[in-house]
């Protein structure tokens, strides 16, 4: 019996089989929760349908998060299909391509809104929504987020902004649902090589840097982040909420230059 068992959990975000959704989808139904997808547009549909059957599922629902009528008509389809809900994963963000380019002095007005509007708002808008079909449930909502939120990743421009304000959101919405028993935390991972990570400037360079620096030496998997989701979603975590938890290796404390082995080899020459 899963960890997860009997639980409902609703999952957005999944473009294909490389999506950070797609690991934590896979974990949830390992530990038997009962999954739901959402899709962004036409598009996708036909790829999230093939995703959603290979988890034992049929529910999928089309959810474009800048239009608010999309996201109640989400949350009522959901209660139609299930009435209950437990746990909600948030893998949405989105910047256009054109963002990533130069610095973010060159970040343009209209491509900062669209950042906040679907990396952040998003967040907030489907929370509130979704929370009814949490009620009595001790829900728990994930976010996914990046260290580009607490330092200067170049060319991650406006995202790294829009990643600090849903790292602030979580915080807020923490204090806001705890008074009817639910909790939300974000996962901060490590470079994964996903559809939407292209979009960014050198990023392979990005992530031969982050796999040499950090204290493993090896990169971040979605199975990684996929088992930090179950942990945070089940009873286990159940006292921790508004929390930023780094799944990157251990990146993330690093100062100067990484393994020892790196350190003598580029300082001292050994």
Avoid at 59 to 76: M, N, P, R
Wanted: glycine letters at 8%.
């Amino acid at each position: 019996m899963g960890i997860l068992e009997g639980k409902k959990a609703l999952i957005t975000g999944i473009a294909n089989e490389k999506s950070i959704a797609y690991g934590i989808a896979k974990a949830f139904y390992r530990e038997g929760a009962e999954l739901a997808f959402t899709y962004a547009n036409e598009k996708l549909k036909s790829r999230v349908k093939e995703i959603a059957l290979e988890f034992g599922s049929e529910l999928i629902f089309e959810c474009d998060v800048s239009k608010d009528q999309h996201v109640k008509d989400l949350a009522h389809a959901l209660s139609s299909a299930w009435g209950k809900l437990d746990i909600f994963v948030h893998s949405i963000a989105f910047a256009p391509r054109e963002e990533f380019k130069g610095g973010v002095i060159d970040t343009s007005r209209e491509g900062f809104k669209i950042a906040m509007d679907i990396s952040v708002y998003s967040l907030i808008a489907l929370t509130r929504e979704l929370l009814p079909l949490m009620e009595g449930r001790n829900g728990s909502i994930i976010t996914l987020t990046y260290y580009g939120a607490e330092k200067v990743v170049p060319h991650y421009n406006v995202m790294g902004i829009a990643k600090a304000a849903l790292e602030s959101t979580v915080r807020y919405l923490a204090y806001d649902i705890a008074k009817y028993g639910h909790r939300i935390n974000a996962i901060s991972a490590g470079p994964v090589k996903t559809l939407a990570a292209y979009s960014i400037t050198g990023f392979h360079l990005l992530m031969e840097h982050t796999t040499k620096v950090n204290p493993f030496g090896r990169a971040i998997t979605i199975e990684d982040v996929g088992d930090t989701a179950v942990f945070l979603c089940s009873d286990w975590a159940r006292a921790i909420t508004g929390e930023v938890l780094h799944v990157d290796n251990g990146y993330h404390i690093m100062g100067v230059f990484g393994r020892e082995e790196d350190i003598k080899k580029e300082v001292f020459g050994e």
